[in-house]
């Protein structure tokens, strides 16, 4: 038989047995006075003890910090994406050296077609935009460029390094041909190998290289063992032969995609210079002094 509870009314004894004692031992109390105590069953989330109550509390709390953690996170897009433009922005003035400019200012940004054509429906913010997914501007044949207030232009290139993604832009100089400076980047290259390609001393060693020989585009090539061609190799990264080729590619590939317009200005450049002769010359002839032959008085008066 179960046994039961019964509670003295008077003092609080607790009885268990079949049924009530006949008088309480502690107050003598009747058995009138005693109470049956009703077993109560708990439900799981009042018993947090249970396997549910604690599988639930912790999926909750898991929700919770969840959407705390996204609400934050999105609330902090604006001001991360705002901060990784002026990071690309910083970028672009130092591959020029010019640093100490305001890029509004300094920098005009558009963006052209595969024909090296402009592309006047994109807007200057529209093409610095184009930087977050280089990729995918690429693939639709829209290529971003950067032209300073002093002629020289920015391209960004974009490749694969060792261990993930490489990056960079290239100033060139109004020649379209001299590299006025480099910056590069990466997200995972090894630290003292591959990596060295983020560095100053490094970037410094592509100034003055020149991407075409006459009239072909041969870029710039990173050559283990020693650049071989001064104007257009340097030094692969010692022990980061990987990384050295990935710049290799990511240059030639990416500085192609403007070739167009590269081209285009530089025969612009030749005509005007080669105008500019032919006006020069023409101007030193047509103020040409006339020769006076000077004769002697001795020839005059022979001739009388």
Partial sequence: MATKKFRCNVCGYVHEGAAAPEKCPVCGAPASEFTELKSEKKSWWHDKNSNVYIVVYATVMVVIVAALLAVTALSLQGRQR??????????????????????DEYIAAYAVDAQGER??????????????????????????????????????????????????????????????????GHQGET???????ATEKYQQKFVGKRIFD???????????????????????????????????????TSLGHYLPLLEARRNASAGAEAAVGTESADT?????????????????DANK
């Fill in 82 to 103: 705002a901060n990784t433009l002026n990071e690309k922005k910083e970028a672009i003035l130092a591959s020029l050296g010019a640093a100490e400019q305001n890029y």
């Fill in 119 to 184: 592309i006047e429906s994109v807007s200057a913010d529209e093409a610095l935009q184009m930087l977050f997914d280089l990729k995918k501007a690429e693939a639709n044949a829209t290529y971003p460029v950067f032209e300073a207030a002093d002629g020289r232009i920015v391209l960004p290139v974009n490749g694969t390094g060792l261990w993930g993604p490489i990056w960079g832009y290239v100033a060139l100089e109004k020649d379209m041909n001299t590299v006025a400076g480099a910056v590069f």
């Fill in 191 to 197: 630290p003292g190998l591959g990596a060295e390609i």
């Fill in 284 to 300: 030193t002839v047509g103020n040409a002094v006339p020769v006076v032959e000077e004769v002697s008085n001795d020839e005059k």
């Fill in 214 to 252: 006459g009239a072909q585009f041969v870029s710039i090539v990173l050559r283990k063992g020693g650049a071989q061609d001064p104007e257009h190799e340097v030094d692969a990264i010692t022990g980061g032969t990987k990384t050295s080729d990935g710049v290799t590619a990511m240059l030639k």
